[in-house]
């Protein structure tokens, strides 16, 4: 397919979108989106594929939904329109892994599609921020739910309150960021984190997302048992199989992702 505002790459069986409109830091509008959700989901169903990486340009990952096409809108249209969840959720239909590598500016919906991910590589120039108070508005893409799980409440309400960016090292100090890499190693080593998850059996590697995500939604009590059901699955797989008869014959384990 051939896409107008992002960039698709697969290197065996790690691919990468990358946002692609530089004249705007990335903005993200209704054709980014789609298309955005469109790659996404052609990845997931693709079984030669075992992770997916979401990048943006080295100065932005994303300034923010596209204040331009926004600026205009009425209450009875964005709500006619059910703006942001028509084709943000796209996301959430994934179950392969998605890694955000986040370079420069992840703004507003920029933040909030890193924090769609099911986690956040950062450059060490990233900057992160909720800056919707300054345009009238509060974040309209999970800021306000997402944030405060993955960092605090004291530093939602920071963030969301002033709009104030928060460097890389401080969102790796808070939790946001997994790891942070110097700002022109970012795409190699988010490239080898992805391709060791890629060769994981991914049947395994969609049990831990779905199990991890669901800490998310669930009690303690509930998720663990979640987790448990999961658990015993997985010894109907081919793959827990070889993963342990090759552990016990010391040798490499060949998955078959059956
Ligand atoms: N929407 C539309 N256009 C944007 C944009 C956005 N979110 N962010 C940047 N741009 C455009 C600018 O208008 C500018 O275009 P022109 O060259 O035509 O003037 C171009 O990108 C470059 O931007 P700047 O000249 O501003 O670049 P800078 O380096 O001086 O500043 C910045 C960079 C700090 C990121 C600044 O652009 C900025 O503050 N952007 C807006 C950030 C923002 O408020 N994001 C939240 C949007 S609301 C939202 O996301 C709602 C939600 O929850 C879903």
Redesign the pocket.
Known sequence: MSYKTILTEVNGKVATITLNRP???N??NDQLMDELGAALLTFDADDNIGCIIVTGSE??FA????????AKRSLQDVYRHNF?SRNWEHMQKVRKPVIAAVSG?A????C?LAMMCDTIMAADNAKF????I??G?????G?TQRLPRAISKAKAMDLALTGRMMDAAEAERSGLVARVFPKADLLKEVKAIAKDIADMPLLTTMMVKEAVNTAYETTLSQGIHFERRLFHTCFGTNDQKEGMAAFIEKRPAKFTNS
């Open positions: 004249e705007v830091l903005a993200l100065k932005a300034a923010g939904a596209d204040i331009a096409s926004m942001i500016y703004l507003g919906g920029g909030e921020a909720q800056p919707e300054k345009l508005i509060i974040p309209g893409a800021g």
